[in-house]
Nanobody, 123 residues
Framework: QVQLVESGGGLAQAGGSLSISCAAS????????MGWYRQAPGKQRESVAA???????NYADSVKGRFTISRDNAKNTVYLQMNSLKPEDTAVYYC?????????????????WGQGTLVTVSS
């Protein structure tokens, strides 16, 4: 079994910064893509940022230049540094990972989600 545990988040003022992290644990052989999604009240979940195992990143247009995603492969952890926060960044942020698990030769890929962490930005 594989779990993602998020930490960080909370309350920030507009223009401020917050960081969140997500650690994967369990029977992990390797992790491919890791990313962050968010869901604001009354809206659909949307992708915020993603990072490959090799470190390539991509971002939603709404956060480009303000958010930075990174990962530590040795710790199976992904981070999201959020700067210049706006009230519209308020949402529950979910970690997502594509984990290779199992034992040889029966490896399989699992898509795993974290429980979500609330980020609130006040104006």
């Amino acid at each position: 079994q594989v779990q993602l545990v998020e930490s960080g988040g909370g309350l920030a003022q507009a223009g401020g910064s917050l960081s969140i992290s997500c650690a994967a644990s369990g029977r992990i052989f390797s992790i491919n893509n890791m990313g962050w999604y968010r869901q604001a009240p009354g809206k659909q979940r949307e992708s915020v940022a993603a990072v490959t195992s090799g470190g390539s990143t991509n971002y939603a247009d709404s956060v480009k230049g303000r958010f930075t995603i990174s990962r530590d492969n040795a710790k199976n952890t992904v981070y999201l540094q959020m700067n210049s926060l706006k009230p519209e960044d308020t949402a529950v942020y979910y970690c997502n990972a594509h984990v290779i698990t199992g034992t040889p030769p029966a490896y399989r890929t699992l898509e795993v989600w974290g429980q979500g962490t609330l980020v609130t930005v006040s104006s």
